[in-house]
């Protein structure tokens, strides 16, 4: 699996993102994700959430490891 078809399935899933960032490769990626639904969510709510859109991906071993940075755009722009 390429990173762009793990950004295409969390874009699918999370349609209210403003910016969804992968990179990596080999089943190993790292996700940068920004919405405003994260706005009332602790940082463990926030993976989770991301986490639910590749939970299949993870499930077939297509998707090894998944390291994820979600923020709101306000934490986003203070970043």
Not at 22 to 40: N, Y
Request: proline share 4%; no cysteine; aromatic share 6%.
């Amino acid at each position: 699996m390429q990173s762009s078809e793990v950004a295409e399935r969390i874009r699918s899933r999370l349609p209210e993102a403003e910016k969804v960032e992968v990179t990596g490769g080999e089943g190993k990626f790292e996700a940068l994700v920004v919405s405003p639904m994260f706005a009332d969510m602790n940082a463990v709510k926030k993976h989770q959430t991301v986490y639910a859109t590749v939970r299949d991906e993870i499930a077939s071993g297509a998707v090894h490891a998944l390291s994820i940075r979600a923020m709101t755009p306000e934490e986003y722009a203070a970043s």
